[in-house]
């Protein structure tokens, strides 16, 4: 399967795919979270090539609230943990795996996981020491892409 096949059964299975771009790791645009643009799926004409495309998934892994600028100033700290929510799989690879290795077996699954899959952390500080920490997970379908072409893996 070439590269062009392999982006163009992509774009049918209709999963969200995301565009790596390049600035800030987080912009205030709803749409650009650590550097990567979800694609719009109605407009697949204008997507870039395979080397900028991206699975992409982020959870919240919690923080610290409770800081405001109205501190009381009784000396004590009105910061409180706040607890995330829990890791989360990156569904759409599931997808993508269905669509091009519907046969592949657990370990196989396992290793490819480990091979293509980065899992990353940031932080988004807040106004009088509030912040929040996410968790993301991406998978370069490129990447993928190669490890399904040397595997042996793609039908």
């Not at 370990?107 to 480990?114: D, G, N």
Request: glycine share 10%; with cysteine.
């Amino acid at each position: 399967m070439t590269k062009k096949e392999f982006v163009e059964k992509l774009k049918t299975l209709g999963v969200t795919l995301y565009e790596k771009v390049e600035g800030s790791k987080y912009d205030y645009d709803y749409n650009v979270r650590m550097g990567y643009k979800s694609l719009d799926p109605r407009d697949r004409k204008t997507w870039p090539d395979l080397e900028k495309l991206y699975l992409f998934a982020e959870w919240d892994m919690g923080g610290v609230s409770g800081g405001s600028c109205w501190d009381d100033g009784e000396g004590r700290d009105p910061h409180y943990a706040v607890g995330g929510d829990p890791e989360i799989e990156l569904g759409n690879l599931d997808t993508v795996l269905e669509a091009f290795c519907p046969d592949i077996n657990f370990l196989k699954y396992k290793m490819l996981v480990k091979e293509v899959q980065e899992v990353d952390t940031y932080c988004e500080n807040e106004y009088y020491g509030n912040y929040t920490n996410y968790g993301i997970k991406t998978v370069s379908l490129k990447k993928l892409y190669t490890y399904l072409t040397e595997k042996d893996m793609l039908e």
